[in-house]
């Protein structure tokens, strides 16, 4: 069975700098998708970013990137010049590339901002 | 498009009745996943049910059953209701059951079992 770990309980970081937050993972597939969710205090999930196991680049999204080390089964988050909205908890997770569309969540991160 | 939708958003039980929380997902998706989550245990997966099939199952007792009708709308019951059954329940939609799909998350219903 595939688990994720974020060994990172909470995190905090001044507004308009960067943070990076860590995930890693274990699964003896080599197909797979890798997701970063937001759950602000609404608790809507919100996708933040993903990254298909096979491409080697690192995905981004605005102030959003990963570091994705496929080798490692390591899949971390940098937010660049972080907003007080992106405060939240932040989940990493993975699904399958055949196991339809469950998704295996980490214990999740609360990121702070400071202002 | 409307997002998702689940009704009710906060429900207040006994032990040993039973629930039933409703989804509606996006126009279109033919995919429903469940999930709980609660502080001790995290989010874990419940089932995804797509054109009316339940495609995967987690681990859990089989207290929780779901179902698909035919306009793409999820129920999810639970029965014999346990405290430690109190948590958020999150629906999620997406168009397929595979590939490189994103899915949409709903507001969550809040169970309280006392």
């Known amino acids: 069975a595939q688990t994720v770990t974020q060994s990172q309980p909470e995190m905090s970081v001044q507004e308009a700098e960067t943070v990076t937050l860590s995930c890693t993972y274990d699964?003896?597939?080599?197909?797979?998708?890798l997701f970063w969710y937001k759950q602000p205090p609404s608790r809507q999930m919100i996708l933040v970013i993903r990254?298909?196991?096979?491409?080697?680049q690192n995905a981004t999204e605005n102030r959003f990137s990963v570091n994705f080390q496929k080798a490692a089964k390591s899949f971390s988050l940098k937010i660049s010049d972080s907003q007080l909205g992106d405060a939240a908890m932040y989940f990493c997770?993975?699904?399958?590339?055949?196991?339809?569309?469950?998704?295996?969540f980490g214990a999740g991160t609360i990121l702070r901002v400071k202002s | 498009k409307a997002g998702v939708t689940q009704t009710p958003r906060y429900l207040i039980k006994t032990r040993g009745q039973q629930v039933t929380l409703s989804c509606s997902p996006i126009?279109?998706?033919?995919?429903v996943s469940w999930y709980q989550q609660t502080p001790g245990q995290g989010l874990q997966f419940l089932f995804e049910?797509?054109?009316?099939?339940?495609?995967n199952k987690g681990n859990f007792p089989g207290r929780f059953s779901g179902r698909q009708f035919s306009n793409s709308r999820s129920e999810m019951n639970v029965s014999t209701l346990e405290l430690g059954d109190s948590a958020l329940y999150l629906c999620?939609?997406?168009?397929?059951?595979?590939?490189?799909?994103?899915?949409?998350f709903g507001p969550g219903t809040r169970l309280t079992v006392l």
């Open positions: 049910y797509f054109s009316e099939t339940q495609r």
């Open positions: 999620a939609s997406s168009p397929e059951t595979s590939g490189y799909n994103e899915q949409f």
């Open positions: 699964t003896s597939e080599s197909d797979y998708y």
């Open positions: 997770a993975y699904r399958s590339a055949s196991g339809g569309n469950k998704l295996v």
């Open positions: 990254q298909e196991a096979y491409k080697q």
């Open positions: 126009s279109g998706h033919r995919s």
